[in-house]
């Protein structure tokens, strides 16, 4: 079994940061696109931050700088640092890969829980 366990949403003044971060729960052989998305009520989700299968990093337009996505290789893990957020950014953020369980394996998608990020102006 392999899951996405994401941690670090919560309420925050406008200006302020946050930390997100996504972790792999389970053994796994091969993970591609780690990235994380975000829902706003309402709204389809859309995409925040990913790295491509290149492992350059690529931003939605509305990031604008104010986000990094990081990785760390060793454990399988990464984050998103939320900086100088606004109240548009209040959503639901989910963290996301395309895993391969084992040499045999598809590729097939997972997703995180989903952890609420509200930025109260």
């Known amino acids: 079994q392999v899951q996405l366990v994401e941690s670090g949403g919560g309420l925050v003044q406008a200006g302020g940061s946050l930390r997100l971060s996504c972790e792999i729960a389970?053994?796994?052989?091969?993970?591609?696109?780690a990235s994380w998305f975000r829902q706003a009520p309402g709204k389809q989700r859309e995409l925040v931050a990913g790295?491509?299968?290149?492992?350059?990093?690529m931003y939605g337009d509305f990031v604008k700088g104010r986000f990094t996505i990081s990785r760390d290789n060793r454990d399988n893990t990464w984050s998103l640092q939320l900086n100088r957020l606004k109240s548009e950014d209040t959503a639901v953020y989910y963290c996301?890969?395309?895993?391969?369980?084992?040499?045999?394996?598809?590729?097939?998608?997972?997703w995180g829980q989903g952890t609420q990020v509200t930025v109260s102006s």
């Open positions: 790295f491509t299968t290149e492992g350059s990093t």
């Open positions: 389970g053994n796994i052989f091969g993970i591609n696109a």
């Open positions: 996301y890969a395309s895993i391969r369980r084992t040499a045999w394996s598809n590729w097939a998608d997972y």
